[in-house]
């Protein structure tokens, strides 16, 4: 197993309340793959450093929920979250990042 870190911009228009449940519900593919997530980071609500178009809305976001997750899983099993990640509407940006690569 790799250790990952993944970096998640959330749609603004999503409930505060409602980010952990959406982001749990992605890393279930993390832990249903054998792997683990260590920790993760709700960031809050911050502005965009660029707008952002979302293509289900046609319209642009200047700002998004930042989540950061670290975890430990198989390749095979990440590119999986990532693209569950890219498909959902609600979820802006998202990118996976290895701490330990050189």
């Known amino acids: 197993m790799r250790s990952y870190e993944v970096a998640i911009i959330v749609d603004p228009e999503v409930d505060d309340r409602q980010v952990p449940t959406l982001i749990e519900t992605h890393l279930k593919v993390i832990t249903d793959g054998g792997g683990t997530v260590e920790n993760t980071d709700l960031a809050g ?3 965009l450093a660029y707008r952002i178009k979302n293509d289900s809305q046609n319209a642009y976001k200047t700002e998004g929920v930042y989540v950061f997750v670290q975890l430990s899983a198989e390749p095979a099993v990440v590119n999986e979250l990532s693209r569950r990640l890219t498909l959902d509407d609600k979820i802006l940006r ?9």
């Open 45 to 47: 609500r911050r502005r």
């Open 94 to 102: 998202n990118k996976v990042f290895r701490p330990d690569a050189k």
